[in-house]
């Protein structure tokens, strides 16, 4: 199957899945994934309920030449799997930084597919960045194992508000320093 390509976004090759951008298409999947209270309230900006076109608009900003975050599917279908297993982001920064985000549909975990789709995202480091940031909700061990195990360091304790538990919630900070551009 060929995916398609959006301007500065190429799509990178996980192994059992590959990180493509998202589509019109992509909406079903991910409003009934991100519609589950257990993905919302690991994320800061994920809406609990999921208000009607939410989805939509978000496919429409990560689609948008003028994005600030770049918006990958992890997409199975060419093995079997679902065609939306989850989401990761590059959310851009100044100075040749990103900030990581990711979340995989509750069907899919304990799979290792967060796992591979940062290892594959550092792997291609496709804004040629230096640093990536990370942070993870401290009731989120897995996701904090995710980190640690791609290599980031742990910088210490913070807070983010969570939309969909209507609440300031603890985070833990981790850096990744990728060295020349390009290699993770």
Do not use: C
Request: proline residues 5%; hydrophobic residues 40%.
């Amino acid at each position: 199957m060929k995916h398609e390509t959006i301007a500065a976004q190429p799509v990178i090759d996980a192994g059992r899945f590959v990180l493509r951008p998202l589509r019109p298409s992509d909406a079903g999947l991910i409003s009934f994934y991100t519609n589950d209270r257990r993905v919302a309230e690991q994320t800061t900006h994920i809406p609990h309920p999921l208000p009607p076109g939410a989805t939509e608009a978000y496919i429409g900003r990560a689609r948008d030449e003028d994005r600030r975050a770049h918006v990958w599917a992890l997409d199975g279908a060419e093995h079997g799997l679902s065609e939306v297993l989850g989401l990761i982001s590059l959310r851009e920064m100044d100075r040749d930084q990103s900030e990581v985000s990711y979340w995989v549909a509750p069907a899919f975990w304990n799979a290792g597919y967060a796992s591979e789709a940062l290892a594959a995202l550092l792997k291609a480091n496709p804004l040629g960045n230096k640093t990536i940031f990370a942070s993870v909700f401290q009731d989120n061990a897995r996701s904090a194992r995710v980190l640690t195990n791609a290599g980031f360091v742990y910088l210490g304790d913070a807070e983010a508000y969570s939309v969909a538990r209507g609440k300031p919630v603890a985070t833990w900070t981790y850096l990744r320093r990728l060295g020349d551009a390009g290699a993770a």
